[in-house]
């Protein structure tokens, strides 16, 4: 074990074989709480089930109940104004509606054998029970306001009054089935039905208290277990970012800023990211110098050190040429100094002409050729007010080159000048001075041109 860990501190962490012990940690914990949230939803679920049931049984047992007043209200209106859609309304719930039966129905499919069903049943015969009232009071009714029993239904046509009731006159007919169902008798029975109801109501408050409260222990107890894997996936989430952190972030954060500092890269970190630092190192320390050649003479021209055309079409991209002047200068008649004295000469002749214009202007100005004998100096920081200064410059570079010798012929400059200004486009500034050089050749040798 002393020796893995002593391994593991020289070599640094796999990265793989972490990502793979992470993973299946990562994956267990997520089933685990998976589960644990499916089972979540199931109790939710029931909850929802169980609080849809409760509202379903008081529904029905309200209906039970607003079924058995509104027969009361039809058979009492009907004994007070005589009008028969009293008594067909009576009946039509009564007979077609149902809804005291369907109610009942229903809860003793959901209730079962219960004390809940018991008191409905109870509820349901003392609604019956007053219903053969309901029915003689409906006889007496017909009668006092004389109307076709015929076109009564069956159960009022089946009535038999008593011989008291039999003699007695239309009004006091009518004031007896007034009284039947507004006397005692009547709201004795019909608080007797409304307490079996809230008794029912009662009850099945009762029980779904209890369901509630197992529902709800058994909530919170997974509630509690899904805090304790969440807790642990985000320990695991936060231990995976801490290792890859320190393993790899770190690692290449120093390394990054040891590269941007041309320096090696210190061995810490993952096994991985130490192996991609040793071959770094390696690699930095064998092609430092191969570099460094490679880039200066991609860039510079090899027989006068300046700036080549690829080093010149580099700077055009990157200079603020709003700020910045373009001189382009040409050898006057060096295919003479060729022809005549080779070239030999010629090179030694471009290597003064390329000292002259390198020492006549600022170590932050960039000097190139771009051609045979042809120079381009990018003068940054420059504006109009410069022409005269830039005109001497051109002036003393020729008073050098003038200077010629037996073994080396003097020669003399022309230039073209070109100020950039805002907007201005890097193609159209060469043009610009090109054509200033062009300008200053038609004029004679040594000459300088601006462009306006």
């Known amino acids: 074990m002393f020796r893995v860990f002593a391994r593991m501190k020289n070599n640094g962490v796999s990265l793989r074989r972490l990502n793979v012990i992470m993973a299946i940690i990562g994956i267990l914990a997520s089933i685990a709480l998976f589960i644990a949230m499916d089972r979540t939803t199931k109790i939710h679920q029931q909850t929802q089930e169980l609080t849809k049931d409760f509202f379903s049984w008081r529904s029905d047992a309200y209906d039970m109940q607003l079924a058995s007043d509104y027969l009361t209200e039809q058979i009492r209106c009907f004994s007070v104004t005589g009008e028969w859609r009293y008594l067909t309304n009576y009946f039509l719930e009564a007979k077609e509606a149902q809804r005291r039966e369907r109610a009942l129905s229903e809860l003793e499919e959901n209730l079962g054998k219960t004390k809940t069903l018991t008191d409905l049943v109870a509820a349901m015969e ?39 009731d039999e003699k007695l006159s239309a009004l006091e007919k009518r004031e007896r089935a007034q009284t039947l169902l507004f ?100 690699m930095f320390q064998a092609g430092i110098k191969s570099q460094e050649k490679l880039a200066y003479e991609a860039t ?34 060096f295919k003479k100094v060729n022809d005549e004295h080779g070239h030999d000469v010629g090179d030694i002749v471009l290597k003064r002409a390329a000292s002259a214009i390198l020492k006549s202007f600022r170590s932050q100005d960039f000097v190139c050729r771009i051609g045979g004998d042809e120079f381009a100096v990018i003068m940054v920081h420059s504006y109009v007010g410069l022409t005269d200064l830039i ?10 080159l003038e200077q010629g010798d037996e073994t080396v012929p003097a020669v003399t400059i022309s230039a073209g000048v070109a100020f950039g200004h805002q907007d201005q486009e890097k193609e159209a500034l060469f043009k610009q001075a090109d054509e200033a050089l062009y300008r200053a050749k038609d004029m004679g040798k040594r000459g300088i041109a601006f462009y306006e």
């Open 391 to 400: 005109r001497k410059k051109v002036e003393a570079m020729n008073e050098v």
């Open 126 to 164: 003392d609604s019956v029970h007053l219903m053969d009232l309901e029915y003689y009071a409906g006889r007496l009714t017909v009668e006092s306001f004389g109307l076709d029993l015929s076109e009564a239904p069956l159960e009022i046509q089946n009535v038999t009054l008593t011989a008291e």
């Open 300 to 333: 510079h021209d090899n027989l006068t050190g300046l700036y080549n055309r690829r080093g010149y079409d580099f700077l055009i991209q990157n200079v603020d040429w709003e700020t910045s002047a373009l001189i382009l200068l040409d050898l006057d008649d």
């Open 183 to 282: 006397g005692e008798e009547y709201r004795v029975q019909k608080e007797s039905i409304s307490a079996h109801m809230q008794e029912c109501l009662k009850d099945l408050m009762v029980d779904i208290d209890c369901e509630q409260d197992k529902v709800t222990k058994t909530m919170q107890e997974q509630v509690q277990t899904e805090h304790i894997l969440t807790f642990v996936l985000i320990a695991i989430m936060l231990g995976t970012m801490i290792l890859v952190a320190w393993t790899v972030f770190r690692p290449l954060r120093i390394g990054v800023e040891m590269i941007r500092n041309e320096k090696d890269i210190p061995l810490k970190g993952a096994y991985e990211v130490r192996f991609l630092a040793k071959t770094y190192n390696l």
